[in-house]
């Protein structure tokens, strides 16, 4: 079967910088993808990753190791519009996503 | 604009009653998705389409079925609807990548 495991939320202050982890146990890897999704609206896709490193996307990174089954989602000079959930998700060659739970991002004034 | 829909955008049925759930792309992608979405669940594959009557159960499929008569066209079917099938519904197509997908505005079902 197939996990991802992420914390169930995260707070901070505009300008800073916060990373969401996301652990994962898959029979099959087909890398990890982040999506945002702001109260009452639907998922939005951030970013992939389908090899180990760093995949940069504006104020947003994305980091996977393979090795370790760990990635992570970077934001970076948060902003206030930036508070909504997050969520890391695998799955197989067809596109049947497994997400984790999601976590909550609050941004402080 | 992924150029998806979903209708309807809100639904209240009873227990028992059979609802379906249209979500209708004009990209003419061969993937299409259903998930579910509930607190403390994420968001849950439920079945998915890999071409016009190729389709593939999910997650938690059970309860639940699918139909696919034209490629811009995804059909989820409660037969039998229960209290625990309240959720939001979304549907979702491939971008790029089967991993990048995009998804419509959600349907909020409500089953008393």
């Known amino acids: 079967g197939q996990s991802l495991e992420q914390p169930s939320e995260v707070t901070a202050v505009e300008g800073a910088i916060v990373q969401i982890n996301c652990t994962y146990q898959t029979s099959g890897f087909y890398g990890l993808s982040w999506y945002q999704q702001h109260d009452g609206g639907a998922p939005t896709f951030l970013s992939y990753n389908a090899l180990d490193g760093l995949e940069e996307t504006g104020r947003f990174s994305s980091f996977l190791s393979r090795s370790d089954s760990y990635g992570y989602l970077l934001l970076q000079e948060l902003q206030m519009k930036d508070s909504a959930s997050y969520f890391c998700?695998?799955?197989?060659?067809?596109?049947?996503?497994?997400f984790g739970k999601g976590t909550k991002l609050s941004v402080k004034p | 604009d992924a150029g998806i829909t979903q209708s309807p955008r809100h639904k209240v049925t009873e227990t028992g009653t059979p609802v379906t759930l249209r979500c209708h792309q004009t990209?003419?992608?061969?993937?299409m998705y259903w998930y579910r979405q509930d607190p403390g669940h994420g968001l849950r594959l439920i079945h998915y389409s890999y071409g016009v009557k190729d389709t593939d159960k999910g997650e938690v499929s059970d309860g639940y079925s699918v139909s696919r008569s034209k490629t811009e066209d995804f059909l989820l079917t409660l037969e039998s609807a229960t209290s625990s099938q309240t959720s939001v519904y979304f549907c979702a197509i491939n971008g790029q990548g089967n991993n990048e997908q995009f998804f419509g505005p959600g349907t909020r079902l409500t089953v008393l």
């Open positions: 998700a695998s799955g197989g060659s067809q596109g049947n996503l497994i």
């Open positions: 990209e003419n992608h061969r993937y």
